[in-house]
């Protein structure tokens, strides 16, 4: 059973700065990419950031210049900096993951950490 655990949301000013973690665990054999996306209230879920293990990183346009995706063994982070109001929403990590003892990899969600960005 893999899991995916994240932390690090709140609230903070326009301006500030929000660091996420996920870190996954359970039984896994390896780890294809990790990513987080973000959900509105009222909106569809949309991907912010994603990271290969290769070092490949992909970025929405809307957080171009100001959220940094990294990662360091089973932990994927997401550096959010200069936030606006519009940041604001559930954040959530995904993880394509080969778990041990299995040859494809499967999508695996965390529960979601909320980031609110309000004067």
């Known amino acids: 059973q893999v899991q995916l655990v994240e932390s690090g949301g709140g609230l903070v000013q326009p301006g500030g700065s929000l660091r996420l973690s996920c870190t996954a665990s359970?039984?896994?054999?390896?780890?294809?990419?990790m990513g987080w996306y973000r959900q509105a209230p009222g909106k569809q879920r949309e991907l912010v950031a994603t990271?290969?293990?290769?070092?490949s990183t992909n970025y929405a346009d809307s957080v171009k210049g100001r959220f940094t995706i990294s990662n360091a063994k089973n932990t994927v982070y997401l550096q959010m900096n200069s936030l606006k109001p519009e940041d604001t929403a559930v954040y959530y990590c995904?993880?394509?993951?080969?778990?041990?003892?299995?040859?494809?990899?499967?999508?695996?969600w965390g529960q979601g950490t909320q980031v609110i960005v309000s004067s």
């Open positions: 995904h993880g394509s993951i080969t778990p041990g003892g299995r040859v494809l990899s499967h999508g695996y």
């Open positions: 359970g039984s896994i054999f390896s780890f294809n990419a």
């Open positions: 990271i290969t293990m290769s070092g």
